[in-house]
C-alpha cells in the first residue's frame, strides 16, 4: 500500500488491478484490524490456524434434538401393547367355543363384557363387524374393527357415535337412532307390555329419538355432531338401561311415562285425528293458557321450522319441540324457542315495543276474566329487574341465559295461568321443587300430568264397563 501511495504521489502510471491481485493472492485471509491495547479481547499472541468460518457467538456443544412422541392419530390413538393383549385375552375366552364365529343373539356378551357398553347397542356393532352380512362376526373380524380400527382406546361417546353413523357421514341423524330403540323395546324389561303394540312401539321410538336431538342437537340441523353428544348426558342415560328395569327411572329421554304425557296431549288437541294440529287445536293448549299472537308466531315457524308436509299443520315431531319447550322454560333450548318467537324483527334483541305487543293481549284477557290489571310499565320494570341486561331497555339471549327467571317472563307474555301462578307463589309448588332439585320443570309437569291422565283413564274404565272401546288409543 506504501509503494502504491509513493508512486502515487510522483505520478509513476501503476497498473491497480494487477497490484490488488498481487496483494490479496500473496495473502489468502483479509488483513487483521489493528491492534490494540494487549488487554483488547482481539489481542493474540499467536495465530496457529486460519481464523474458523463459524460464528464466535455458537455455542461450542450443540443441544440434542428432544424427541416429541407423536400425539395426533388420524384414526385414534393405537392401544398399548398392556391394552391389547388384555384384550386378546378375553376375546379368546369368548371365541373359544365359537370357532366359526358368533350369532347376533350369542354377541350381546361380548358387547357388554368386552367392549363395555349398553346390551342394546350389540346389533349394531354386530353389523359394523359383519361387513359382508354373512350373519356371524369372528375372532378375526372382532380384533380388526375394535383393536386394529383403535376402537379400544376412544371414549364411550366416540364408540357409540362410530357405531351408529353411517359410513363416511360426519354427524348422526334421526335414522341411525331407530335400530338402537329397536333393539330396547325388543329387550327391555320395562317395555315388555308395549311389544303387542306396534303403533306405539313406533311412536315411542319417535318420541325418543325427537327428545335426544331437542336437548343435544343445539345447532337445530338434525344433525348430530360428536362434540355435541359428548356434551349431553344421553351417554350417561343409555349406560342406566342395562341397570335398571323399571324405564320410567330413566327420566331423561327414555322414561314411557314422558311419552305417555306428550303423546296423549297431543292427541287431544288432534280433534279429528288426522296426526296434525292446527292454528284452532293448540289455542286450546293448557285450557286455553297461550295468547293467539304467540300460537301465531309458532305456526309461522319463527322459532323452528316445520317437518310437517301440510301448509298451516303442526306435525308430531313439531308439538313435541313445542311442549318441551312450554313446559320447561328453564331449559337453554327453550329459551332459544321463544326468544325467536318474541323477537319479531329477529335483530337478536327483544325491545320494549316487542314486549308490549305480546303483553297488550294479556292484559286484555285479565280485563276479560274480572283480574286486576297490571300496567305495562309495571310489568316492563319487573322484566328488567328480573333479567338486569346488560344494555338498558334492551334483552338478548345470553342476558336471558344467565337469569334464573328467564322462563317466568315468556309466561308473563304469553301464558296467562303460569303467569297467575307465579303471581300467587304456590307454596306446595316451592316445597316441591326444594325437595328435589334435581327435577327440571318438564319432570314435575310430566309427574302431575301422568297422575292426572291415570287418573282420568281409570275413571273411564269404571264408567265405560265392556262399553265399546273409547276414542282414545289403547296404551
Known amino acids: ?259 305417555y304425557v306428550i303423546y296423549c296431549r297431543f292427541w287431544e288437541l288432534d280433534g279429528d285425528h288426522d296426526c296434525f294440529i292446527d292454528k284452532d287445536n293448540l289455542i286450546k293448549y293448557g285450557n286455553h293458557a297461550l295468547t293467539y299472537r304467540i300460537v301465531d308466531r309458532i305456526f309461522s315457524q319463527a322459532p323452528r321450522k316445520f317437518t310437517s308436509k301440510v301448509e298451516g299443520k303442526m306435525s308430531y315431531e313439531d308439538f313435541v319441540y313445542f311442549i318441551l319447550a312450554e313446559e320447561d322454560k328453564s331449559s337453554e333450548p327453550s329459551l332459544e324457542y321463544w326468544f325467536k318467537c318474541i323477537d319479531l324483527d329477529g335483530n337478536g334483541v327483544i325491545t320494549p315495543n316487542e314486549i308490549q305487543f305480546f303483553f297488550e293481549e294479556q292484559l286484555h284477557r285479565m280485563e276479560s276474566i274480572t283480574q286486576e290489571p297490571v300496567h305495562f310499565n309495571d310489568i316492563l320494570c319487573q322484566i328488567i329487574d328480573m333479567i338486569k341486561p346488560e344494555m338498558e331497555n334492551c334483552i338478548t339471549l345470553q342476558d336471558l341465559k344467565g337469569s334464573k327467571l328467564s322462563g317466568n317472563v315468556f309466561n308473563i307474555l304469553f301464558n296467562l295461568n303460569k303467569f297467575m301462578a307465579f303471581e300467587t307463589r304456590d307454596p306446595f309448588l316451592i316445597r316441591q321443587e326444594r325437595e328435589d332439585p334435581s327435577l327440571t320443570e318438564w319432570d314435575r309437569f310430566a309427574q302431575r300430568e301422568y297422575v292426572r291422565l291415570s287418573m282420568e283413564e281409570d275413571v273411564e274404565e269404571v264408567s265405560n264397563g265392556s262399553a265399546d272401546e273409547p276414542l282414545e288409543p289403547p296404551f
Open 1 to 259: 500500500v506504501k509503494c502504491l501511495i509513493d508512486e502515487a504521489k510522483s505520478g509513476t502510471p501503476t497498473n491497480l488491478s494487477k497490484s490488488y491481485a498481487t496483494v490479496f493472492l500473496s495473502n489468502g485471509t483479509p488483513p487483521l484490524s489493528p491492534r490494540s491495547s494487549p488487554g483488547s479481547p482481539r489481542f493474540s499472541r499467536h495465530r496457529a490456524s486460519p481464523p474458523s468460518l463459524r460464528s464466535p457467538l455458537r455455542s461450542v456443544k450443540e443441544p440434542k434434538h428432544e424427541l416429541i412422541p407423536q400425539f395426533y392419530f388420524l384414526h385414534g390413538r393405537p392401544p398399548a401393547k398392556e391394552l391389547k393383549e388384555q384384550c386378546i385375552s378375553m376375546v379368546d375366552h369368548f371365541f373359544s367355543n365359537f370357532i366359526d364365529g358368533l350369532h347376533v343373539d350369542e354377541f350381546k356378551s361380548v358387547t357388554k363384557e368386552v367392549c363395555k357398553l349398553p346390551s342394546f347397542l350389540s346389533p349394531a356393532l354386530f353389523r359394523k363387524m359383519d361387513s359382508d352380512c354373512s350373519g356371524v362376526v369372528t375372532r378375526d373380524a372382532f380384533i380388526k374393527y375394535w383393536i386394529d380400527g383403535n376402537m379400544l382406546t376412544m371414549d364411550t361417546a366416540s364408540q357409540i357415535y362410530n357405531i351408529l353413523k353411517q359410513q363416511d357421514c360426519k354427524h348422526l341423524r334421526q335414522a341411525d337412532f331407530k335400530p338402537l330403540l329397536d333393539e330396547l323395546l325388543a329387550t327391555h324389561p320395562g317395555l315388555q307390555f308395549l311389544r303387542t303394540t306396534s303403533e306405539f312401539q313406533e311412536r315411542y321410538a319417535e318420541t325418543v329419538i325427537y327428545r335426544i336431538f331437542y336437548y343435544i342437537n343445539r345447532s337445530g340441523t338434525g344433525c348430530l355432531t360428536l362434540r355435541e353428544l359428548k356434551r349431553g348426558n344421553l351417554i350417561s342415560a343409555m349406560q342406566q338401561l342395562d341397570e335398571e328395569n323399571d324405564i320410567n327411572k330413566i327420566i331423561r329421554y327414555f322414561s314411557y311415562e314422558h311419552f
